[in-house]
């Protein structure tokens, strides 16, 4: 499992991924996303290309779904995860049209970086590492990146536990912070319906000066 090149100075690498490393490597359960897949979400967005930083929980805990990004799925997986279908409902609502499937690594190419708490789980067991340690990682990316103004969505309380993590750009303006419930069925009517956020992301795109993002069609 290469480490990201572009995320490679960040102190956990040196300080805590051999640790966690060995316990993943011990682990006798199986773990997803498979191990080639499990940094493809800082694979594909560099500190400095990432505009929009949507943050979930764990990986989809059943074989063949997570392939890395968070909620993203490969284009054959059929039905879709149940938080993936909740999002693409909001979508419709918030911009009258969703992707045809799950795969959402069109919008990683435009600096959507799609991340997680923890970036495995044991297949079956959701939240079943919640504590390895991956949240270090996740603390140090979002220290990083909030050092330009970039727009983070935290769905969820445990994303929301990090956003203490989110520090004022260096240079001067503002973040776009949006913090709603999880879009899991468990919770996604107790405010994750109605939060629109891919339209108010884009909107703060304008307002900078920069490009919408293209939620809908890859």
Known sequence: MPIPAAWAHLPFFANDYPALKAALIAETRVILPPEAQRFAALDACAPTDTRVVILGQDPYPTPGHAHGLAFSVEPDVRPLPRSLGNIY??????????????????????????????????????????????????????????????????????????????????????????????????????????????????????AQGQPAINWTRP
């Open 89 to 206: 409902k909001e979508m419709r609502e918030d911009l009258g049209d969703a992707p045809e499937n799950g795969d959402l690594r069109f919008w990683a190419s435009q600096g959507v970086l799609l991340l997680n708490t923890a970036l495995t789980v044991p297949a079956g067991e959701a939240g079943g590492h919640a504590k390895l340690g991956w949240n270090r990682l996740v603390e140090e990316v979002l220290t990083e990146i909030s050092s330009r103004p970039t727009a983070f969505v935290l769905w969820g309380k445990q994303a929301q536990t990090l956003a203490r993590h989110i520090s004022a750009p260096k240079n001067g303006g503002q973040h776009l912070l949006i913090e709603s419930a999880h879009p899991s069925p468990l919770s996604a009517r107790r405010g994750f319906f109605g939060s629109r956020p891919f339209s108010r992301i884009n909107s703060w795109l304008a």
